[in-house]
């Protein structure tokens, strides 16, 4: 259905309606969502928390059309990207080269030349354009990161979703990371579903933050984090709203201890 432009103002980027997955394997399918309600307002910094195995992959995996659910309504307001925790970049192409490469398969038209330039000023917007002529190994893990985020808004998404991008970097490059992605979201005005197991970065990054239950994985909470940006992680407020998130994850894997 078409939406015309007086209602995009008023709808959600993505809206999921009890949407389940489950995985058939063998004798016991396993229920990785059930019936999980989701709702990421347009322009919003949205995160997901949950104890591994919750079921966030999948459901990011479901939102970017990546996999499909078993039942329940998935609407999509929007082109997506979506970033993993690995940067999966191309070893025998220039950073430069790695995100031209995305702006090619943009379907677009844009040429060579064009895709090059338009790559330079992607990594320019990510710190990273004196390096724009080095390979991945050549660079450090958090400057992949960065270029694997290039390569995502080289898409031109209005919805980026975003599994647990940082996961793998030490806490200073982090840090900076979210700094950058945090101004890059507000500059660009995009959507943001983000999925991480660390509560502080969810606190510190998000609008709100949804809670999964342990599998099979439900919306069991959302806390809205009402602190004034720019944020710093280890702000009083931050640690405060992180330690309500933290206790309430505790309390969902107790009980599937319980089970």
Not at 106 to 131: P, S
Not at 164 to 175: C, H, K, S, V, Y
Not at 219 to 237: A, F, G, L, N, W
């Amino acid at each position: 259905m078409a939406i015309n432009s007086s209602e995009v103002a008023t709808t959600d980027a993505v809206a999921l309606t009890q949407v389940s997955k489950v995985f058939s394997s063998g004798r016991d399918p396993v229920v990785a969502l059930d019936r999980i309600d989701l709702h990421v307002p347009r322009g919003r910094f949205t995160c997901l928390v949950g104890a591994s195995g919750c079921g966030k992959s999948t459901l990011l995996n479901v939102v970017a059309g990546l996999d499909r659910a078993s039942s329940g309504q998935v609407e999509v307001r929007g082109s997506t990207s979506l970033m993993f925790q690995e940067a999966a970049l191309f070893p025998w192409l220039t950073l430069e080269r790695n995100v031209a490469l995305a702006i090619s398969l943009r379907g677009d038209g844009i040429g060579r030349q064009a895709a090059r330039m338009e790559a330079k000023e992607l990594l320019d917007l990510v710190q990273l354009g004196d390096f724009a002529k080095r390979r991945p190994h050549e660079v450090s893990g958090g400057m992949r990161q960065r270029a694997a985020l290039a390569r995502a808004l080289a898409q031109r998404p209005e919805i980026l979703l975003m599994d647990e991008p940082f996961g793998a970097l030490d806490a200073i490059t982090r840090d900076l990371l979210h700094e950058e992605l945090e101004q890059i979201w507000q500059a660009q005005q995009m959507t943001v579903l983000f999925v991480t197991h660390n509560v502080r970065e969810a606190v510190r990054l998000g609008d709100e933050v949804l809670v999964l239950s342990s599998r099979p994985g439900r919306v069991v909470e959302t806390i809205s984090v009402d602190v004034p940006r720019p944020r710093r992680i280890e702000s009083k407020e931050v640690a405060e709203i992180a330690a309500s998130v933290s206790e309430r994850l505790r309390s969902e894997v107790r009980r599937h201890g319980n089970h």
